[in-house]
């Protein structure tokens, strides 16, 4: 098996028990979220985390700061993970 | 192009900062996040009687809430106090406390205080400072005033997170690593919590950051011939870092062994020798003009600050060390990653334990990473060695610092946990560094942007466990 092969299988296994780590975040992730769901009347969650505050933190302006936020990190991550299976791939050859 | 793509990084980073930090402002109560109301108590005092810190009286000092704080202040809390958890009974989104407060904004007697709050042993930089975005909403209510302070705080985390991505960008000379690194900064629950909060952690923290990177400046040209541009920097910012926090203390090391390499690297010639002088004479005037400025240390604080306790010591140090229990260690990795409002709520044990797991692995890619750059020294390597040694350097040394803080603390004012995790934030961007070109080394290039993506899912998805930690128990109990 030459170098690079080598390297390559070493470099795979890295990327699996990564992804393992980020598994089990995933899992406590939305263990809790459920959690929270169950405990939780989302109108009435809304309504809470607008008082005391001024008018531009109130809901929606409140919810709408975490929908781009998600959205733009999410689009960071996909671009990530889409160069990242296209640099995997590519044919060094 | 290669240079367009950094500053579209960098724009991204900071899109991603300001976004985050307006929802996380949002989402923790005013004044929950450790410590807010003497924060906010010594800048209103600022703002509203003089730009220096007040003079210390001679009444213990309140850790939470001055009984002397201005009345909107202790309206504010006892308003915060009440709407927590089952303290909520309405469906409405604004409730009576708002129009009060916003009242009260209109007496100029409601914001008188005397400033005797704990923040006032801290050096004032970030406090004057503070008082920026407070004048300039003078005329609303307390409730406005406390989160245009927390913007001014998430100012200097997203400088933290920019810094941060050319602190990984200088040392492993990868993008994608070093926009995770980044994402880290901008996402690590307590950096997250930290940069958004009326305090002066979030200013000592991206300081430290600008520090960091300015050292790293310094340290990719040629040892002989400092960059005087740089030296100025490091001289202000150091000064400025100093009149913030003490743990800024952790990055001085750093420039001292700059400093040392300049002078063995040029030997007696003159135009180093005039751009040290000109470094330190930067941070000497700094220093001056910030304390002149900004602080009136009280001659007990400064008395208690100077005078070193006779059994501190190298050798009680080393005791110290020799004697630290595996419970302080779990302490500062608790307190380092999850703390929320006022240390009542933490992490929950799953995510401890699989912060915990997730810290093994990398560990072990350590000491991966060590057995390749030792057994492959030829392998073509995408990072600098100096950078990446520095970077382990200063990291270590920011955990000595603060193992020291807290040998101090018990010696000499018998406090045991005097000091928490978040201290160490001040070296994030140097551990983030070191940790990105360990992760980097462990696979080969065609895998690292894939590396990146998953490392960045698992930090995304760690922060939004600490929100929910938070909304679950300031909002439902």
Redesign the interface.
């Known amino acids: 098996m030459s170098a690079?092969n080598r390297?390559?299988r070493?470099?795979?296994l890295?990327?699996f028990?990564?992804?393992l780590?980020?598994v089990?975040?995933?899992r406590?992730?939305l263990?809790?979220?459920v959690?929270?769901r169950i405990?939780?009347d989302v109108?009435?969650?809304?309504?809470?985390?607008?008082?005391?505050?001024?008018l531009?933190?109130?809901?929606p302006?409140?919810f709408a700061?975490?929908i781009?936020?998600l959205l733009?990190?999410g689009a960071?991550?996909v671009g990530?993970?889409v160069?990242?299976?296209r640099?995997?791939l590519?044919d060094?050859g | 192009m290669k240079r367009h793509l950094d500053l579209v990084l960098v724009v991204?980073v900071v899109?991603?900062s300001i976004?985050?930090g307006?929802?996380w402002?949002?989402?923790y109560?005013?004044l929950k996040i450790a410590d807010e109301p003497s924060h906010f108590d010594d800048i209103q005092y600022r703002a509203e009687h003089a730009l220096r810190a007040p003079r210390a009286g001679d009444k213990v000092i309140n850790p939470v809430l001055s009984p002397t704080a201005s009345r909107e202040l202790s309206t504010?809390w006892a308003?915060?106090q009440h709407?927590w958890q089952a303290g909520?009974t309405?469906?409405?989104?604004?409730?009576p406390?708002?129009r009060t407060l916003r009242d009260m904004a209109s007496d100029p007697g409601s914001r008188v205080t005397n400033g005797q709050s704990s923040a006032i042993v801290y050096p004032g930089f970030a406090y004057t400072v503070a008082t920026i975005p407070y004048l300039l909403f003078s005329r609303?209510?307390v409730?406005?005033r406390v989160?245009a302070v927390r913007v001014a705080s998430l100012a200097w985390g997203t400088l933290f997170a920019v810094c941060t991505f050319f602190a990984v960008r200088w040392t492993a000379r990868d993008r994608?690593l070093a926009?995770?690194g980044a994402?880290f900064a901008i996402f690590q629950p307590l950096a997250a919590q930290q940069t958004v909060a009326v305090n002066n952690d979030a200013a000592v923290i991206a300081l430290c950051a600008l520090l960091f990177v300015g050292q790293l400046a310094l340290l990719r040209r040629p040892a002989d011939t400092p960059s005087r541009g740089w030296l100025i920097l490091l001289g202000c910012v150091t000064a400025l870092a100093l009149d913030t926090k003490p743990q800024a203390w952790a990055l001085v090391p750093g420039t001292m062994l700059l400093v040392l390499r300049a002078l063995l690297a040029s030997g007696r010639r003159r135009s180093t020798q005039v751009a040290l002088a000109v470094g330190v004479a930067s941070f000497i005037v700094m220093r001056v003009l910030v304390h002149l400025i900004c602080d009136r240390m009280a001659p007990g604080i400064a008395a208690a600050s100077v005078v070193a306790h006779p059994s501190i010591g190298p050798l009680g140090f080393a005791k110290f060390l020799w004697d630290l229990d595996d419970k302080f260690i779990d302490y500062l990795f608790s307190t380092g990653w999850g703390s929320f409002c006022w240390l009542d709520v933490h992490l929950?044990s799953?995510?401890q334990d699989?912060l915990h797991?997730?810290a093994l692995?990398l560990w072990i890619?350590c000491g991966i990473a060590a057995a390749i750059a030792w057994l492959f020294p030829d392998t073509r390597r995408f990072w600098d060695p100096g950078p990446v040694a520095f970077s382990f350097f200063t990291a270590a040394t920011g955990f000595m610092v603060i193992l020291f803080a807290e040998y101090y603390a018990r010696t000499y004012f018998l406090a045991v946990r005097a000091v928490q995790g978040r201290a160490l934030l001040v070296v994030l961007p140097a551990a983030t560094a070191f940790f990105a070109t360990v992760l980097g080394t462990?696979?080969?290039?065609?895998?690292?942007?894939?590396?990146?993506?998953?490392?960045?899912?698992?930090i995304?998805?760690?922060a939004?466990?600490s929100l929910?930690?938070v909304?679950?128990y300031e909002?439902?109990g």
Do not use: N
């Not at chain 2, 309405?90 to 409730?95: D, F, G, I, L, S």
């Not at chain 2, 462990?442 to 698992?458: E, H, K, N, S, W």
């Open positions: 690079e390297a390559l070493w470099g795979l890295s990327l028990v990564a992804a780590c980020v089990r975040f995933l406590t992730f263990d809790e979220l959690k929270l405990k939780a109108s009435l969650l809304a309504a809470r985390m607008s008082q005391l505050k001024p531009a933190w109130k809901t302006a409140l700061y975490g781009v936020t733009l990190v960071t991550i990530l993970l160069i990242g299976v640099d995997a590519r060094d | 991204l899109s991603i976004l985050r307006l929802f402002i949002g989402v109560p005013a504010l308003a915060t709407l909520f309405t469906r409405r989104h604004a409730v406390e708002e609303a209510s409730l406005v989160l994608s926009l995770v994402l929950s799953a995510w699989d797991s997730a692995v890619a462990i696979v080969p290039a065609r895998l690292r942007t894939l590396l990146a993506a998953i490392v960045a899912i698992g995304v998805l760690l939004a466990g929910v930690t909304v679950a909002y439902v």
